[in-house]
Nanobody, 126 residues
Framework: QVQLVESGGGLVQAGGSLRLSCAASGRTFSNYVRVGGWFRQAPGKEREFVAAIRESDGNTYYADSVKGRFTISRDNAKNTVYLQMSSLKPEDPAVYSC?????????????????WGQGTQVTVSS
């Protein structure tokens, strides 16, 4: 079992930055979580993929809407995955949730992940 807890959300002006953290507990992150992902869900919309990082090779993957503005990273010593968000836009507000895949099969699809955090709210003011 893996428990995921997000933090770092809040209110930021358009063009500003936030760093989200996803702390994992229950199992050693580096030995158990094969892919760490971030998704977001805005009111009235489906949950959508934002970014993912693969443990085996460190490769990162991004939605086109955030490419060049967001950066996903992980610190195995801290059992944490981060999402650095820069140049935030009015279309970025949502509840951001982190997800963990333990089978090395997940990437872009929300149904491919095994564990989810509760989410953290990101609000962007114009």
């Amino acid at each position: 079992q893996v428990q995921l807890v997000e933090s770092g959300g809040g209110l930021v002006q358009a063009g500003g930055s936030l760093r989200l953290s996803c702390a994992a507990s229950g199992r050693t992150f580096s030995n158990y979580v094969r892919v760490g992902g971030w998704f977001r869900q805005a009111p009235g919309k489906e949950r959508e993929f934002v970014a993912a990082i693969r443990e085996s090779d460190g490769n990162t993957y991004y939605a086109d809407s955030v490419k060049g503005r967001f950066t996903i990273s992980r610190d195995n010593a801290k059992n944490t995955v981060y999402l650095q968000m820069s140049s935030l836009k009015p279309e970025d507000p949502a509840v951001y949730s982190c997800a963990a895949d333990t089978r090395a099969t997940a990437l872009y699809g929300r149904y491919e992940y095994d564990y989810w955090g509760q989410g953290t709210q990101v609000t962007v003011s114009s």
